[in-house]
């Protein structure tokens, strides 16, 4: 049977990954002395960073790529699964256009933390708002998926991204400096991993739990 164009989108969330993944390996090549355990991904896009025009190259379908993936799978859900289901991924979809719009708007000003306006927005409200909206979303989902056997499986990698999330936040808090940008980078793959799982969800329509698909 001809798969429907709507599922076949969701293979972007999987290249939104891939693409997000080439600009954190090799942008740091365009970025002299730039040091991937110590330094944050956002240096690399930042306004004097001489790495910002390899990143934009090589993470330019990263956001379009997964912004599209998690837009169709809010199209595809309406009427299925359950409720809170259903608000976990709106709620996850919201956290990616703030992240696609506010990351771009603000970028950092220079490489680490110069204090200007624009560096306290890509900080303290951009990433504020995505770190929320990603929990919110991610406990939405567990909860929702783990209350019918049928989306069991989703649930879990909610649990996994959600505990990625944890790991990176407690450990660059609290692992030494030299290390701080390993536990950034765990909490970052695992939003956009999850971007991805919810990509291949929707390219499969779904069909693991199609017999679990309801109306709350």
């Known amino acids: 049977m001809k798969r429907p164009f709507i599922n076949g989108l969701g293979l972007l969330g999987v290249v939104s990954l891939l693409s997000y993944a080439a ?7 365009a970025y002299p002395g730039y040091d991937w355990m110590r330094q944050a991904v956002s240096d690399l896009s930042a306004a004097n960073a001489p790495s910002k025009d390899l990143w934009n190259q090589l993470s330019c379908l990263y956001g379009v790529g997964g912004l599209v993936s998690i837009m169709m ?8 699964l359950n409720k809170t289901l259903r608000i976990g991924i709106y709620a996850f979809a ?3 256009w703030v992240s696609a ?14 204090g200007s306006f624009q560096d306290m ?5 951009v990433t504020t708002l995505v770190v929320i909206l990603s929990l919110v979303s991610l406990i939405l989902i567990m ?9 069991r499986s989703l649930a879990i990698w909610a649990s996994i991204a959600l505990a990625a999330m944890g790991a990176g936040a407690v450990g660059t808090s609290v692992a030494p400096r030299g290390y ?3 536990f950034e980078r765990l909490s970052l793959f695992a939003a956009t ?4 799982v919810l990509g291949v969800y929707l390219f499969n329509g779904f069909r693991s739990h199609r017999s679990e698909l309801e109306k709350a």
């Open 193 to 196: 991993g999850f971007n991805a």
């Open 73 to 80: 799978a809010c199209v595809f859900i309406q009427g299925k």
């Open 101 to 114: 719009v506010g990351y771009p708007l603000f970028p950092l000003s220079a490489s680490g933390y110069a």
């Open 94 to 96: 919201a956290m990616n």
């Open 23 to 29: 600009a954190v390996v090799w942008a740091p090549s």
């Open 121 to 125: 927005m890509h900080v303290y409200v």
């Open 143 to 151: 909860v929702g998926g783990y209350r019918r056997n049928g989306y």
């Open 180 to 182: 701080f940008a390993l």
